[in-house]
Nanobody, 123 residues
Framework: VQLQASGGGLVQAGGSLRLSCGAS????????MGWFRQAPGKEREFVSA????????YYADSVKGRFTISRDNAKNTVYLQMNSLKPEDTAVYYC?????????????????WGQGTQVTVSS
């Protein structure tokens, strides 16, 4: 199983980025997909998730209204559209897959993790 995150970069505050995470080696449609982030010196934190079953989405309060998660099961890909970025959004962003998952905010529930992509927001 491989999860490949991409789309990170350097952006000014107020700007946008779209992260992608392509999955291979698994039956993608059976996995809830999540995005987490980790800033230097901080613990990994939940950002967003999308259900495998009905496409329900869930967001951390800190990104609600600015970030949008979506998935394309035909392409085995999950996306995170990030708008109105703030310097505090700076972190390494990781995608993760949870088989038939429903406890989206808990990192330990996820079965597979991608390698991370750096997002840096300058003020």
């Amino acid at each position: 199983v491989q999860l490949q995150a991409s789309g990170g970069g350097l952006v000014q505050a107020g700007g946008s980025l779209r992260l992608s995470c392509g999955a291979s080696g698994l039956t993608f449609s059976r996995y809830s997909m999540g995005w987490f982030r980790q800033a230097p010196g901080k613990e990994r934190e939940f950002v967003s998730a999308i259900s495998w079953s009905d496409g329900r989405t869930y967001y951390a309060d800190s990104v609600k209204g600015r970030f949008t998660i979506s998935r394309d099961n035909a392409k085995n890909t999950v996306y995170l559209q990030m708008n109105s970025l703030k310097p505090e959004d700076t972190a390494v962003y990781y995608c993760a897959a949870d088989l038939y998952g429903s406890r989206w905010t808990t990192p330990n529930e996820y079965d597979y993790w991608g390698q991370g992509t750096q997002v840096t927001v300058s003020s």
